[in-house]
């Protein structure tokens, strides 16, 4: 009923519109009834708020999920990185154990090799490896496992074979000819032999067929009884066409997740730039092998060396993507490892949150013009009978009286029109001097309720941050912990002297990083509830000076202390308390690197109601700009802070009914102040 009114009511007007539409436009606006004007007013305010935040929150959110995204892809390819790392650690314990044989020495020393092709053909169909060849001190073939029986070819000049020839084993991924492969088999070097299919958004190819091969590779020294190289075993794995190492990443990562249909997760190994390992499927339903990866990819990635987390185009849609450049063991980029999701589930998410948001406000402005209908009316009924009683009085009646009898503002507008037709002058100085009192009164209230408001405002945000905060450090707990232990399982397993080794190094010790993090986060979450007892606040700061006094950041610090005498006790958590008064202070000696000076001061407060205590230092100080975020959790100008310090001391003063001031300046020191309140 209410709807129908407003269509009716809006009908009327509309009419009268058009009977305006003789004079101008500013006319028009003028002429138009109070009603249309607010309707219309308040109409337009919400479809431009609207619009500008459907705008700007689309934009927000789209980069909220991509970046979301980003980071699920980024560590997505730290999997992969890590089978793949895993995979070609196997192939170099298997080579160097099976070079440590000892039918294989014996084969040296009696120059026979026949005798143990059999032998190395077993080990080679165990590991399924492509290629297992034995090599002399001088790089010369000795003994192919393939059927070829190809011999006496030289391969000192492989990088690998030389290092290993000096007594190292080593690993690594590498190109092979075609040649080379060959030399292995027909059914190795067609493995690796493909035909360059034209992709949307790639690179022109100079080439149509690719013949090499990408191998990951080992080497290991054949060492007689006095220590001395005898030989070399190396064995290697052709990628070419090989789906064991992408799938087995899929499977982890991805677990099979499809989305209408398609599966969401795709891994992919390039050699070059060109689709050699891969369960990326073109229209076909077929893997895309021979396909190469788009323009901007391979310019950032093969060309330039740098690692690539964006959208890119791959082979047939967009897809959220990380790339990194595969080496060789000289360095050289020889291609690529990718791990890519659908892009298509998070634009379709964020339409639909969109869509949801936007159907939700086109209610709400629905209900809003009703109550505005309602509410009008109110307005506009009384406002008539002030029309019409000034016009009479303008015709010299001046004993008409308005008749309004609500007890709101237009009746008490009413009152005083009726008062001001008696005797104008008084009622001018009343008005007057109740403007002066009214906008004391506001003034002050609005002080009151900014106070207050502040607080709210900010005790809200630390709660909702706290539950927030809790939620996420359980989440990434659990994986944190399986990412230590198993850095740490790994980093045992491998040389000191291994390339990866200082990686490995460095991925523990940013994971401890975390792990102290998620342990913040999870102390500002639990807020316990106080165990509150009657102290003296003045025996509480000299147990936390007397703790702090001979650590070594307060050597150079001068501190004195102005403690009130005859405080009344205060009903607190001393534990709590204390851990604030440590903070403050061990701030405030941070902030004096080269020594000042610490003046702590207790005192009552002048209504009695507080007692306040006072951490005043003589450091850097701090900007002004930094000073309404300090409480906020997370901020910290401290390099390898959390910034939930001062979160923490806010939470247990707001815990407490106070809390917590600062003034500072730059190059003046700061001054933090407590206040508690006293018991009743």
Not at 36 to 56: C, D, R
Not at 105 to 121: E, G, Q, T
Request: aromatic residues 8%; hydrophobic residues 40%; positive net charge.
């Amino acid at each position: 009923m209410m709807i129908m009114s407003i269509f009716i009511s809006l009908s009327f007007y509309i009419k009268k519109i058009k009977d305006m539409l003789g004079t101008t436009i500013k006319d028009k606006i003028y002429n138009l009834p109070l009603r249309v004007k607010f309707i219309l007013s308040f109409f337009l305010v919400i479809i431009a708020g609207g619009v500008v935040t459907l705008f700007f929150g689309t934009r927000l959110e789209h980069r909220t999920i991509i970046s979301m995204a980003q980071d699920k892809v980024k560590h997505d390819l730290d999997s992969a990185w890590m089978v793949y790392n895993e995979k070609l650690k196997d192939i170099e314990d298997i080579v160097s154990m099976s070079s440590k044989m000892s039918f294989i020495k014996n084969a040296f020393l009696k120059h026979d090799f026949n005798n143990i092709k059999s032998s190395l053909k077993k080990i080679k169909s165990e590991y399924k490896f492509d290629i297992l060849t034995i090599i002399d001190a001088e790089g010369l073939v000795l003994l192919r496992t393939s059927e070829t029986g190809i011999k006496g070819d030289d391969q000192s000049n492989d990088p690998l074979i030389k290092k290993a020839l000096e007594g190292k084993t080593v690993k690594a991924a590498e190109i092979i000819s075609r040649n080379e492969l060959l030399k292995e088999g027909k059914d190795i070097a067609d493995r690796a032999h493909m035909t360059v299919i034209k992709t949307a958004k790639a690179a022109p190819l100079s080439y149509k067929v690719e013949e090499n091969g990408m191998v990951l590779k080992a080497a290991s020294p054949i060492i007689d009884e006095n220590q001395n190289v005898i030989g070399v075993l190396y064995g290697a794995i052709l990628l070419n066409r090989n789906y064991e190492i992408v799938d087995q990443v899929k499977d982890i990562v991805f677990k099979g997740e499809k989305y209408k249909g398609r599966e969401i997760g795709t891994v992919t190994i390039f050699q070059h730039d060109l689709r050699i390992s891969t369960n990326v499927m073109d229209k076909d339903g077929l893997r895309a092998i021979g396909t190469s990866v788009s323009q901007e990819v391979k310019n950032a990635v093969l060309i330039e060396g740098n690692h690539w987390i964006d959208r890119a185009f791959v082979v047939d849609d967009w897809y959220i993507t990380a790339y990194e450049p595969i080496k060789n063991y000289q360095g050289s980029i020889i291609g690529i490892l990718y791990v890519g999701m659908l892009e298509k589930p998070y634009i379709d998410l964020r339409n639909n949150v969109m869509l949801t948001f936007t159907i939700m406000a086109a209610i709400f402005v629905i209900i809003l013009l009703g109550i505005l209908f309602f509410i009008t009316s109110t307005i506009i009924k009384p406002l008539n009978s002030m029309v019409i009683a000034t016009n009479k009085i303008a015709q010299g009646d001046l004993d008409h009286k308005v008749n309004i009898d609500q007890g709101d503002e237009l009746g008490q507008l009413a009152k005083s029109f009726n008062k001001m037709t008696k005797n104008l002058n008084i009622a001018n100085k009343k008005l007057v001097q109740w403007g002066k009192t009214l906008e004391k009164r506001v003034e002050e209230r609005s002080k009151k309720l900014k106070d207050m408001q502040d607080t709210l405002v900010q005790s809200e945000k630390m709660a909702s941050l706290g539950r927030l905060a809790a939620g996420i450090a359980h989440e990434i707990n659990n994986p944190l912990t399986s990412i230590l232990i198993n850095s740490h399982l790994i980093r045992e397993k491998t040389d000191s002297k291994s390339p990866i080794f200082e990686n490995l190094n460095l991925i523990t010790e940013e994971t401890e990083r975390c792990s102290n993090i998620v342990k913040g986060l999870l102390d500002f979450s639990r807020l316990n509830p106080q165990e509150k007892q009657f102290a003296d606040i003045n025996d509480v700061i000299t147990t936390t000076l007397n703790i702090l006094k001979n650590q070594a950041a307060f050597q150079n610090t001068h501190i004195t202390t102005f403690l009130s005498n005859n405080l009344p006790p205060l009903e607190i958590d001393k534990d709590k308390i204390k851990q604030v008064f440590l903070n403050l202070m061990i701030n405030s000696a941070e902030a004096m690197p080269d020594g000042g000076q610490l003046t702590v001061r207790s005192m009552l407060s002048e209504d009695n109601k507080y007692i306040k205590v006072e951490f005043a230092d003589t450091g850097i100080g701090i900007p002004e700009k930094y000073l309404n975020k300090l409480f906020d959790p997370f901020f910290t100008t401290k390099s390898g802070g959390t910034g939930l310090g001062l979160a923490i001391s806010f939470g247990i003063i707001n815990q407490h009914k106070g809390n917590i001031k600062v003034k500072s300046k730059p190059s003046q020191g700061s001054t933090f102040t407590i206040s508690l309140p006293v018991p009743d």
